[in-house]
């Protein structure tokens, strides 16, 4: 039989650091924390530009924080650099380039399923980040020029034109990042740019006032198609536009199939849990941002693991 961990934890985002720190405070042992990247935190590092302010509340909603983890506002390199140094502080197996397939209950443990394998474990949380399965666009993106149609800043250069689609956070950052060496326009459905933060909301109309964006606003892309190795963007009210570059940022979506094949009820988009952040399934745990309907804050994550731990510890393992 596979090695008993206490503990497993999918997703080593700032909820699953805290989740096995947290425990491992608690007097826990025997962590391990799997995660499908290279690394930890791989969404701040895919999906925040070098030198992103990284505030422990989101959009301003101030949350106490509960446990032992003291985080404060940084940068995308501090906070990478606090939770490295967390880590190497307790003992924590992390296990990285491992996805995991699905979860199934056993008898008084968990079996939790990797390519070539599975992983034993009392109890198991699943912190599966929203961003880590971005959302794309409806329509096909044509293979001529997928190398050109991208959800991150990865491959951008300078002196291209670049189309950057979404009216969030990322979106707005990575418009405002781009406009530096590129010829760049946004386009969001919405004539406004009001679901981001106040900080972004003024960066944004400062860079249309100056004409360093183009802001297409209140259009809705139909489809792409290839011109000549470039990609054609066709909108739904004006004309088609050809650019070297497009970007999607327009959020992500909780993983409803794994989820569904691990036997986690699903409702509203967000998985079913109690108060303790317990699933249907005793000794199975969500935490994160995957318990929000749209995005959730690092202080929410540390809180949830922390809540986590206790009940955990509590019922003695």
């Known amino acids: ?177 781009l406009s530096a060496k590129n010829e760049v326009s946004i386009c969001y459905r919405r004539e406004t740019f009001r679901r981001a933060n106040p900080t972004n909301q003024r960066d944004i109309a400062n860079a249309i006032m100056h004409k360093e964006i183009e802001p297409i606003l209140g259009v809705d892309i139909v489809s792409l198609e290839s011109d000549e190795g470039r990609v054609k963007v066709n909108f739904d009210t004006i004309e088609p536009q050809v650019y070297d570059r497009v970007i999607y940022a327009i959020g992500g979506t909780t993983p409803s199939a794994f989820l569904a094949s691990s036997g986690i009820n699903e409702e509203d988009g967000k998985p079913v849990h109690d108060d303790n952040y317990e699933t249907n399934i005793k000794g199975l745990f969500v935490a994160g941002d995957i318990t929000q309907e749209s995005g959730g804050s690092i202080a929410l994550g540390l809180n949830h693991g922390y809540a986590i731990a206790c009940h955990i510890q509590e019922e003695k393992l």
């Open 1 to 177: 039989m596979n090695h008993m961990y206490n503990l497993a934890i999918i997703g080593a985002g700032p909820a699953g650091i805290a989740t096995a720190v947290e425990s491992y405070l608690q007097g826990i042992r025997d962590i391990v924390l799997i995660e499908k990247d290279e690394n930890h935190n791989s969404t701040i590092r895919k999906y925040y530009k070098d030198n992103k302010r990284v505030d422990k509340d989101w959009k301003g909603q101030k949350v106490e924080l509960d446990g032992r983890i003291y985080f404060v506002d940084g940068t995308k390199e501090s906070t990478l650099d606090f939770f490295d140094e967390i880590l190497a502080h307790h003992s924590v197996e992390l296990k990285t380039h491992t996805e995991v397939q699905k979860i199934e209950k056993r008898d008084g443990y968990f079996e939790v399923f990797i390519a070539g394998g599975s992983i034993n474990a009392k109890y198991v949380v699943v912190t599966i980040g929203r961003m880590g399965k971005p959302n794309k666009p409806e329509y096909k993106i044509p293979l001529e020029i997928k190398k050109r149609v991208g959800f991150t800043l990865e491959g951008c250069g300078g002196g291209e034109s670049v189309l950057v689609v979404g009216g969030g956070d990322s979106a707005i950052e990575y418009a405002v990042d």
